[in-house]
């Protein structure tokens, strides 16, 4: 049996169906997810398990406090919660539940939960169990000739390379030196050194000091879900990287009731030759209320000069009540079937996820990316976006209504950009690495610690 610990967001458990579908021809394949996840899971044909708390060595004590237990005082509660080590304890003891009840032979984790390989590391080893992790973007180690997956940059350059690994070296330590004062010398990072050690994980499995994303082990398999097509090249990957390419599960329901609604909408494409451009700004918009409020509305000033354009938009219950919608042409749903509205799509303006970035392309579907934040990836997929030429990246904070006209006019109407996905598809689709056997072969040949 497969035990699956994923981070726990629909876009992290989403993206990894497929290659996990590729692996359920040889294991049973659980995902260990909150309750709230569970019908998701089912729906794709997997068993489940509840696994609630958080990963230790994130930060996300504050936040615990602040979202979950309403407390008074969260920086002080969280500060005792540090001290007392209680997101690990409380970690620690359902991971070992779920271990006895479920008896894996293999464990794979999602590099965002991956401090839980400390807690796992005693208990494979005795009983042998396999661990290993997948990856939801694309690498985020500091390789030769590699960008930061954060850098909106596609210049390879030197002086380049050296100026933006060091911005980011530079805000991640900087990071560390002030939660390391605010808590004591209990920042993240010393916290997850201190278990390491406690734990007595060898050498061998070091943590990385090449990676600023994650909390990465030497030596650990590491399944990138994504093509490596999508990495600038010449691509140097690390001994334990292997990329799966673009694995996509699709398992739409027609009889859906917001299905049969959404394809009411569609049939005005085919019978009144209209374009269908979906809008959706991933997993955390609600986190970003007012910027994406902002470009609804330029969105909305587009579709009435534009009303053979009909916009499907998904975003948050909360930014629903607080946009005026006075459009015949926009649609708003706070939840749709990605997968299913990408099918019938023209044009998709994303945050950027490479979730998002990978569905579009599967469907063919030219690509405007609007990154919300500069955290993690999306600034860097947008970039990788233009660079191919799969799509356009735009600014969501400075691009006018004429400049995000122009760029949807472009990706509907000039060619070159759906070419460009096709030729694209099928470099992907016919690199040998990427064969559902050669997959199950390279995960099968996967040792114990």
């Known amino acids: 049996m497969i035990v699956v ?29 909150p309750h709230v996840y569970f019908k998701l899971v089912s729906d794709y044909g997997f068993s489940t398990y509840e696994l609630g708390g958080m990963p230790f060595g994130y930060g996300l004590e504050y936040q615990n406090r602040v979202n979950f237990e309403n407390s008074s005082d969260a920086y ?17 003891e359902r991971i070992m539940k779920l271990l006895k009840d479920l008896t894996p032979t293999v464990v794979v984790i999602d590099m965002f939960s991956s401090t839980d390989f400390i807690i796992l590391y005693k208990y494979c080893k005795i009983n042998q169990i396999k661990i290993c992790f997948f990856q939801s973007t694309l690498s985020t180690y500091r390789r030769p000739n590699a960008l930061p ?133 991933g997993s955390l918009n609600n986190f970003f209320r007012q910027k994406i409020l902002n470009f609804l509305k330029k969105i909305s000033i587009i579709a009435k000069n534009n009303l053979d354009w009909h916009f499907i938009c998904s975003v948050d219950k909360d930014i629903l009540k607080d946009f005026d919608n006075n ?67 735009g600014s969501i904070k400075y691009d006018s209504v004429t400049t995000i006209e122009n760029k949807i006019k472009q990706v509907l109407f000039n060619p070159f950009y759906k070419n460009n996905i096709k030729k694209f598809n099928q470099s992907v689709n016919t690199n040998p690495a990427y064969d559902a056997e050669k997959i199950l072969l390279k995960f099968l040949s996967i040792e114990c610690l």
């Open 5 to 33: 610990i994923p981070y726990s967001l629909e876009s992290h458990i989403k993206s990894s169906f497929g290659f996990f579908d590729i692996l359920s021809q040889a294991y049973q394949v659980t995902y260990c997810v």
């Open 76 to 92: 002080l509660d969280s500060l005792m919660d540090r001290i007392t080590n209680r997101l690990y304890k409380d970690r620690e």
């Open 149 to 281: 997956i954060s850098s909106f940059s596609s210049s390879r350059s030197k002086l380049n390379l050296y100026l933006e690994w060091n911005h980011v070296y530079f805000n991640v330590n900087f990071r560390r030196l002030i939660d390391f004062i605010k808590y004591f010398g209990r920042d993240n990072h010393s916290m997850i050194v201190k278990m390491f050690n406690r734990n007595e994980i060898p050498a061998k499995f070091k943590i990385s000091n090449n990676n600023f994303y994650n909390v990465a082990f030497d030596n650990l398999n590491e399944f990138i879900l994504a093509p490596e097509e999508l990495e600038y090249t010449p691509n140097y990957v690390s001994n334990n990287q292997y990329y799966c390419g673009s694995i996509i599960k699709v398992n739409s329901d027609i009889n859906d009731p917001l299905n049969i609604k959404l394809n009411k909408i569609f049939s005005l494409k085919l019978n009144n030759n209209y374009k269908i451009i979906y809008f959706a700004m």
């Open 327 to 393: 459009n015949s042409n926009i649609y708003l749903f706070d939840k749709v079937d990605q997968l299913f509205v990408l099918k019938y799509s023209d044009a998709f303006i994303s945050h950027g996820g490479l979730g998002s970035i990978k569905e579009s392309l599967h469907f063919e579907v030219p690509i405007l990316v609007y990154p919300l934040s500069k955290l993690n990836d999306p600034d860097g997929n947008s970039k990788k976006v233009d660079y191919y030429n799969l799509g356009i990246a």
